[in-house]
């Protein structure tokens, strides 16, 4: 027998969170490469006598829900910069914050007030210093729409065990 009613309420329940994590980059504008908006999925597994339920996203998701602690600016986070982390040196290697900058569109400007050419890799080295100071906020994209869909999961579970149960019952 496959508890259908069970798994079913399960799944929901992971659509409903992966949806509303989802929802919460864009309307936060922490969606800008889409890749931790795409990633953010689920795995549900049936075993014979229980369930496996799994959510995965990219390895930096977790700094970006419970944020990161600068080293002026605190937040009650597990996650901080330390005086002496290379977020810099980061920056210099990867240039992920200067690639940031192009997409949002942000430059700098020279005296005359036009744009500066090339400037990217200063503004990401700029980026990386303010980062490592003032933190990353918590966004808590994930967190929120976790702890809101699983209030309501042990009632949607145990009803749908029901109905699972009944059937088994019935159709002996």
């Known amino acids: 027998m496959i508890p259908k009613n069970t798994k079913q309420a399960l799944t929901t329940f992971a659509k409903r969170v992966v949806s509303r994590s989802r929802a919460n980059l864009t309307r936060t504008k922490k969606n800008v490469s889409k890749d931790l908006y795409d990633s953010i999925e689920f795995d549900l597994e049936v075993h014979k006598n229980s369930y496996s339920l799994s959510f995965y996203m990219e390895d930096y998701a977790e700094f970006q829900d419970k944020g990161v602690s600068g080293t002026e600016r605190k937040f009650d986070t597990p996650f901080s910069y330390k005086q002496n982390s290379n977020l810099l040196g980061f ?5 992920t914050f200067a690639k940031w900058a192009k997409f949002r569109g942000i430059r700098f400007r020279n005296e005359k ?9 200063s503004i990401g080295i700029a980026i990386a210093l303010a980062k490592k100071k003032k933190g990353i906020k918590p966004s808590l994209f994930f967190t929120k729409p976790f702890e809101a869909a699983f209030k309501d999961l042990p009632d949607n579970v145990i009803e749908a065990f029901g109905l699972d149960l009944t059937k ?5």
Do not use: M, P, S
């Not at 007030?113 to 890799?121: I, R």
């Not at 088994?168 to 002996?172: A, E, L, Q």
């Open 168 to 172: 088994v019952i019935t159709d002996r």
């Open 113 to 121: 007030g036009q744009f500066a050419k090339g400037a990217y890799k």
């Open 91 to 95: 920056e210099l290697a990867t240039g």
